[in-house]
């Protein structure tokens, strides 16, 4: 597999747990959230890419979307966390600290000098 496949999916199966956190620290309408992962991230995520991943998310009801019509120019659609949402968020962030630890781990010991090979 090309290495910017691997990123691209290492990056994918990320994104869930980042809108999940960003969405987490109170309610965010789609350009909001792309623009919040770019700065804080540098995760350029595409309207084509957030939207569909937001309406699946909320289908599966971590997240709960509201018009809001008196903002701005147009209605923006604001998601916020569901139960469900503050949850799964909780089971995620434990099972991605605890995979990355492994995989820390694993580059720990294949960089350490002298290395038993097996």
Do not use: C, N
Not at 8 to 35: F, K, M, N
Not at 82 to 88: E, F, Q
């Amino acid at each position: 597999m090309p290495l910017d496949t691997w990123q691209e999916q290492l990056r994918r199966g990320g994104l869930d747990l980042a809108i999940l956190l960003t969405v987490s620290a109170g309610p965010r309408y789609g350009l909001s959230l792309i623009q919040h992962l770019e700065d804080f991230t540098d995760l350029v995520v595409t309207e084509g890419t957030i939207y569909p991943i937001l309406g699946r998310l909320t289908r599966e009801g971590l997240l709960e979307a509201t018009w809001v019509e008196d903002e701005a120019p147009h209605p923006r659609k604001y998601y916020r966390l569901t139960k469900l949402g503050l949850k799964r968020l909780a089971d995620m962030k434990a099972d991605w600290r605890a995979f990355t630890e492994k995989i820390g781990r694993l580059i720990d010991a294949a960089e350490r000098p002298g290395r038993a090979a097996q």
